[in-house]
């Protein structure tokens, strides 16, 4: 089974403060995602990757960076974080275009 | 501006109902997705479907793509309560970089016992 695990279930940071989270599968897959759910909002892009040290920005990338160094981790940076980055943050990975997308478990993200 | 929209948002249903979600949009996908989200967890693939008027059914579960590739739907039989979460539909276009997904707001399904 493929495996998307998400460094912290919950996370609680302050304003203006740089906050990473942090995203790995175990599947060698080629394409990784970040999304922010918000309710009724439904799942928005914000950022992904195609491969090692490849980004490409989403439909909400403003206030985020990303990094892959690594084929299995893909990193979201908030660089100054802000109270309207709370919300539910999901990873997930895909071998390619062609394949459906595994997810992690999420990380709740308050920002005080 | 949401380019799929699900409807209901939220059904509130007893055990042994039938229900109806759609996900409608004037745009046309390469193929769909649906997935269930529980709370606490990342949503799951329920099913793919790729070609116009496909019919794929999941136990109690049927699901079908529009003809012309803009909408689909999601049919539950005789609900139970195990059926409970948030239903999400996932549209993939070719011509869009990477072939990314565009997800639709969600419907939030419980099934009272």
């Known amino acids: 089974d493929v495996k998307v695990t998400q460094s912290s279930r919950y996370l609680v940071k302050r304003t203006g403060e740089k906050v990473f989270l942090e995203c790995v599968q175990d599947m060698d897959h080629e394409n990784m995602f970040w999304y922010r759910q918000d309710p009724g909002l439904g799942l928005r892009l914000i950022y992904f990757?195609?491969?090692?040290?490849?980004?490409e920005k989403g439909d909400i990338p403003e206030g985020y960076s990303v990094s892959r160094e690594k084929k299995e981790r893909f990193s979201l940076i908030l660089e100054s974080a802000s109270t309207n980055q709370t919300s539910m943050y999901l990873c997930a990975s895909r071998p390619d275009p062609y394949q459906p997308q595994h997810f992690g478990d999420g990380t709740r993200l308050s920002i005080l | 501006t949401q380019l799929l929209e699900q409807s209901p948002q939220f059904l509130s249903i007893q055990e042994g109902e039938n229900l109806t979600v759609y996900c409608n949009s004037s745009s046309v996908f390469s193929s769909l997705q649906w997935y269930r989200q529980e709370p606490g967890e990342g949503p799951v693939l329920l099913v793919t479907?790729?070609?116009?008027?496909e019919v794929k059914k999941l136990k109690r579960l049927t699901f079908q793509f529009g003809d012309a590739r803009k909408d689909s739907s999601l049919h539950i039989t005789a609900a139970q309560p195990g059926d409970t979460g948030l239903y999400l539909c996932?549209?993939?276009?070719?011509?869009?970089?990477?072939?990314?997904?565009?997800f639709g707001e969600g419907t939030q399904l419980t099934v009272n016992p």
């Open positions: 996932a549209g993939a276009r070719r011509e869009t970089s990477g072939s990314r997904l565009t």
């Open positions: 479907v790729v070609t116009g008027g």
């Open positions: 990757s195609y491969d090692v040290k490849m980004k």
